[in-house]
């Protein structure tokens, strides 16, 4: 997003958490964010996409992270998986997103109702990839069954500790107490009937492998090639480009170089491209680091 929309959102987000999403107009955001209504919509067609663009940065920010978080490590890490799980409550707490969601009437707009069940299957799918990951193909079938039970161990968890008014030093506590809670269940019941199937998440929101990846990456890459003139920039492109499309990628050379374009990039005012570029190319590592791992067995 360019410096313009991003003014927006912070102006809307901060008027959403302190008036309440329903009071705020959008003439409000307008005098917060210092612009003219013109401005406004040349970005949002009203503040409901305003609001889903906010919550759509976050979950994109979460994606992000948790890619960096397994990108040096172990697929099966437990360790990890927590690191990860936690990201979303870290980013809860930097953009207060309790107190937005409870300023927001979800069930009087039917957009916001599907967007919000939308990003809810994601995670849930996210989460059953991962636990696969961890404890093995084996558990496939259940995968779905065993994401749902873990969310709820994790929700309700989260809500006991904050009940009893337990001092609690991390929130990676709750999440290692949850997973291993779920382990035992994982350990005993793989020969039960599976009652949530994978079915039950829509084809359109599982992840893109990643041979689909790399075809849009590539292109993107030689978009940019055709219009940026800066040599370092060029150089940079032509790399990532040359090394996406070998056998094996050097993921290692790869994270350094895109680290060095996204400064470059920023330099030159093109934040957004780079953005735009990093995102791909960090869920294209990713699936790539899944889909060449070996499976690992349940201990």
């Known amino acids: 997003m360019n410096q313009k929309e991003k003014q927006i959102m912070d102006a809307a987000q901060k008027l959403f958490i302190i008036k309440g999403f329903r009071v705020t107009s959008i003439q409000d955001i307008l005098r917060e964010a210092k612009i003219a209504k013109g401005t406004f919509y040349n970005y949002f067609n009203s503040k409901n996409e305003c609001l889903m663009a906010i919550l759509d940065s976050v979950n994109e920010e979460i994606k992000n992270e948790r890619m960096k978080l397994v990108f040096h490590e172990e697929l099966d890490d437990e360790t990890v998986f927590i690191k990860q799980v936690d990201v979303r409550f ?23 109702k599907k967007f919000m069940e939308k990003h809810y299957k994601l995670e849930l799918e996210w989460i059953a990839n991962r636990l696969v990951d961890l404890y093995g193909a084996e558990i496939s079938n259940h995968a779905l069954d065993h994401a749902i039970s873990l969310l709820g161990i994790l929700q309700q968890g989260m809500y006991a500790t904050k009940l009893f008014k337990m001092e609690m030093k991390k929130t990676e506590d709750v999440i ?15 020969s039960d009937t599976v009652f949530f199937t994978n079915d039950y998440l829509h084809a359109s929101n599982k992840p893109k492998d990643c041979e689909n990846y790399k075809e849009v990456i590539i292109i ?3 978009d940019l090639m055709s ?3 800066n040599k370092k ?19 290692y050379l790869i994270e350094s170089v895109l680290e060095s ?16 570029i990093s995102q791909l190319v960090w869920r294209f590592m990713e699936r790539w ?11």
């Open 227 to 229: 219009t940026v003139q």
């Open 220 to 222: 993107q890459l030689r």
């Open 90 to 112: 870290k980013m809860d707490k930097k953009h207060n997103l309790m107190a937005l969601f409870h300023s927001i009437p979800i069930s009087d707009d039917e957009d916001l």
């Open 289 to 299: 680091k899944n889909e060449n791992s070996s499976t690992k067995a349940f201990n």
């Open 261 to 276: 374009l996204q400064k470059e990039l920023k330099i030159k005012d093109m934040e957004f491209e780079g953005q735009k």
């Open 176 to 190: 290692k107490f949850a997973l291993q809670r779920m382990k035992q269940v994982i350990q005993i019941n793989q």
């Open 233 to 251: 920039i060029h150089d940079y492109l032509q790399f990532l480009l040359e090394e996406l499309q070998e056998k094996k990628p050097r993921l």
